[in-house]
């Protein structure tokens, strides 16, 4: 129940048997979804048959997706915050009040379930201009925040709110992906997750996007079909050349470190302090 939700596939909460068959792939977690998938006449109702017949018998860790608007926010986040639960992914995160607010409802139901302090982790979901350039104040603004999830999806409510256009390259959201990734980084987030892919079909497609937002430092993502899972997986677990080229220079550097020397040529490039740790961080990670 504690394992890193890095790649995680969302499930309807209006069809709660595929939150239960969920688990058959194999994510790091679930995110049990209020909000887009869910039709605002039912909003309640599965709230309601959620928070208390689905997550007390969960089994895989499992976040919940609550309705941003206010006349669903407080009591979306009142019912799901239970033990079964890792945390709550909250949607359209672009101000520190609106964070402080979810926090304080958590924290408090928290003390009335005798749960831990702090142990409903918050997901911030980054889809507006605004919480793109807020991103790293809305980090730091509650100590539950764990990670943002860069809202990238084709269509989805980041490029509305920018007017832009999308394509597998990214360029056109590569700005607020990669300033996203730099705030989270900077607030000291310990992973950060790239949003869903909508090409059901379109394995390639996934792919390619994947090893993007790889290379820009991303740690895994958020998914909407089981057929994504193993795509995404592959993709973002490092390279096994890399493993071992970072681990003969660690050992190359701790040896001559050993013999007096803070700089050598490893493979014929220079390795000092900086590029150490950059490989100790990589083969701790």
Known sequence: MNKKPLITLYTPGNKPELIEKASRFEPDGIIIDFEDAVPLNMKSEVRENISKNVIPNLNITALVRVNSEKEFLEDDVRAVTQKNIYGIALPMAESVSQVKFVDEIISDEEAKKGLEKNSIKLLLLIETALGVIKCFDICSAAERVESIVFGSAQDGDLQRDLRSDWSIDGFELNYSRSRSLVEARAAKMPYVLDGAYGGINDLEGLKAEC???????????????????KVAREAYEPDPKEIDLYTRMVVAFEDAEKKGQAAI??????????????AKDFIDR
């Open 265 to 278: 040529t490893f493979e014929n490039k220079l390795v000092d302090y900086a590029m150490y740790k950059k």
């Open 211 to 229: 090893e993007l937002s790889k290379r820009l430092g991303y740690d895994g993502r958020t998914l909407i079909h089981p057929s994504h899972i």
